[in-house]
C-alpha cells in the first residue's frame, strides 16, 4: 500500500470537508442499505440503521472540536495532581494517545473521582481527530489497577452502591466503544475491576510478572463492570466460569498461555516493560490506514455479537464504507494512491 493512500486516508479522517463528504455519501449510499435495495437507512432494512448510525459516526468528529488540554504528562504542572492524565506523544510516535492512571494512594483503585475523571479523559479524547492508537497505562509501580475502591464502597448507601456500579458498567462501555483500537499495558496487580478495564480494551499486554483475575467471588461478589460478559468472549465460556467460580488469579505468562493477553513480557528494573511493549505494538498500528483500522474494530465487534450471516453482511457495509471513503481519499490524494488503494481492496 502506498504513503499516498494511507495519508489520503488520514487527511479524509482529521479534515472536516472530506470527513463529512464521506459521511454524506454514506447516508445516501444504496449500497450500505443491507444489499443495495435502496431506501437508505430507513427504508426496507430498518434493522440495520442501528448500524448504520453507529458506522457514519466513525468519521463524524464534534463540533466545535478543540485540541486536548495536556499534550504531555510531564510538561504539564496541572496534571500532576490529577488521577488521570492525558498524555499525547510527539514526533514519529503522533498518533498515539496514552491515558495514565496514577492514583498512588489506592493502587489506582477505581473511585469516585478516578471514575470521573476517566470518563472525562476519554469524551476528550474522543472528539481528537489525531488519535489513532490508545494506550491505558499505570504511574503506581506494580499495580495496574487494584479495582473497585472497596473502602469508599463502605461510606455509601445501598442505593448508591448500585448507581456507582452501574457507572462502572458504563465506563467499560465507553472504553469498548472508543472508536480507535486501545491496549492496555498490564504492567502490574490488575484484579476485579482492573481486569474488567483491561478486558473492555481491544487488546491487553502484560509483564510476565504481573497477577490478574476476576476475584470477587473470593469477596461474596460476582463481576459487575462487565466481567462475566468480556471474559466468557474472549476465553470461552468453560474456562471463564471456570476463572469466576474460583476467583483464580493469574500471572501475565499463564495468562498469555490462555489468551487473556496478547503478549507477555520480563518485567524490567523500571517496571514498565508490558508498557514499552505496548507501545511497540502502538508503532504498528499507527502507519496503517486509520479509518480501515477503525472500521475493521467496528466490523469486529458487532459482528461477534451476531450470527455468521448477520456478521457477513456487517462486514460488508463496513467494507462499503471504506469503499466510499477510499474515493474521496483519491481525491485529496489527486491519483498518487491508485495503485495502492485498488490492491489493498481487490478480491
Known amino acids: 500500500m502506498s504513503s499516498g493512500f494511507l495519508q489520503a486516508q488520514g487527511a479524509a ?23 443495495g435495495g435502496g431506501g437508505g437507512p430507513s427504508g426496507p432494512f430498518p434493522k440495520w440503521a442501528p448500524m448504520l448510525r453507529v458506522l457514519t459516526s466513525t468519521l463524524r468528529f464534534p463540533r466545535p472540536w478543540k485540541p486536548l488540554e495536556t499534550r504531555g504528562c510531564s510538561s504539564n504542572p496541572g496534571a500532576a495532581g490529577r488521577e488521570i492524565q492525558v498524555c499525547a506523544l510527539a514526533g514519529p510516535n503522533q498518533g498515539i494517545a496514552e491515558i495514565l492512571m496514577n492514583r498512588p494512594s489506592a493502587r489506582n483503585a477505581l473511585g469516585n473521582v478516578f471514575v470521573s475523571q476517566l470518563l472525562e479523559a476519554l469524551a ?73 478495564l483491561a478486558l473492555a480494551c481491544d487488546l491487553r499486554v502484560a509483564a510476565s510478572s504481573a497477577v490478574m483475575g476476576l476475584i470477587e467471588t473470593t469477596r461474596g461478589l460476582l463481576p459487575g463492570a462487565g466481567g462475566t460478559q468480556r471474559l466468557p468472549r474472549c476465553l470461552g465460556v468453560a474456562l471463564a466460569k471456570e476463572l469466576i467460580f474460583t476467583g483464580r488469579r493469574l500471572s501475565g505468562a499463564q495468562a498469555q498461555a490462555l489468551g487473556l493477553v496478547n503478549h507477555a513480557v520480563a518485567q524490567n528494573e523500571e517496571g514498565n516493560a508490558a508498557y514499552h511493549r505496548a507501545r511497540a505494538l502502538a508503532q504498528e498500528i499507527l502507519p496503517q490506514a486509520p479509518i480501515a483500522v477503525r472500521l ?52
Open 13 to 35: 479522517q482529521g479534515s472536516r470537508p472530506v470527513g463529512g463528504a464521506v459521511c454524506k455519501g454514506l447516508e445516501q449510499s444504496s449500497e450500505l442499505s443491507a444489499g
Open 124 to 196: 476528550q479524547l474522543r472528539e481528537d481527530r489525531q488519535v489513532r492508537v490508545l494506550i491505558f497505562r499505570s504511574g503506581v509501580k506494580g499495580v495496574f489497577c487494584a479495582g473497585a475502591d472497596l473502602k469508599e464502597r463502605e461510606q455509601m448507601s445501598e442505593a448508591e452502591v448500585g448507581l456507582f456500579v452501574q457507572r462502572l458498567r458504563g465506563l467499560m462501555t465507553e472504553i469498548a466503544a472508543f472508536p480507535a483500537p486501545t491496549i492496555a499495558a498490564m504492567d502490574g496487580f490488575a484484579l476485579g475491576g482492573g481486569l474488567e
Open 296 to 347: 475493521s474494530k467496528v466490523a469486529i465487534d458487532r459482528g461477534i455479537e451476531v450470527d455468521i450471516a448477520s456478521g457477513m453482511a456487517i462486514e460488508g457495509i463496513c467494507y462499503a464504507q471504506v469503499r466510499v471513503c477510499c474515493q474521496s481519499c483519491m481525491l485529496v490524494s489527486r491519483g498518487q494512491a491508485r495503485v495502492g488503494f485498488l490492491g489493498t481492496i481487490s478480491t
